[in-house]
């Protein structure tokens, strides 16, 4: 069975899964309009309704879902990559992106 994730706002980087999705495992991404955009390899464990970058994201650029800014990569994250506090920084609040320069 091939797992999903949805890229909600055509201007977003990342995509929420619909159910946790394992190393390995088959991926597909769909657009808003329900099209494929990508079939990543998934390198760790997502959890459900957790986010994946769509598109290879670099150190210091703005995270966006819903078409709005949520965060801040605070390293490079690899499309098919989880997104989450391990690799993201808050955009509004200062966090440890802070020290390492980038926010």
């Not at 991404?29 to 994946?52: C, M, N, Q, Y």
């Not at 965060?71 to 992106?97: D, E, F, L």
Request: net charge neutral; glycine share 10%.
């Amino acid at each position: 069975m091939v797992k999903k994730a949805i890229q909600i706002d055509e201007k977003d980087n990342i995509a929420t899964t619909t159910s946790e999705v394992e190393a390995g495992e088959a991926l597909e991404v769909t657009s808003p309009d329900g099209a494929v955009i990508l079939r990543p390899k998934v390198a760790e464990l997502i959890p459900f309704g957790h986010k994946l970058a769509i598109k290879p994201i670099k150190k210091g650029e703005n995270i966006v879902k819903y078409g709005e800014i949520i965060g801040i990569a605070t390293q490079p994250v690899k499309a098919g990559a989880w997104v989450n506090t391990h690799n993201v920084g808050s955009a509004r609040m200062p966090t440890s992106g802070k020290e390492a320069g980038i926010l």
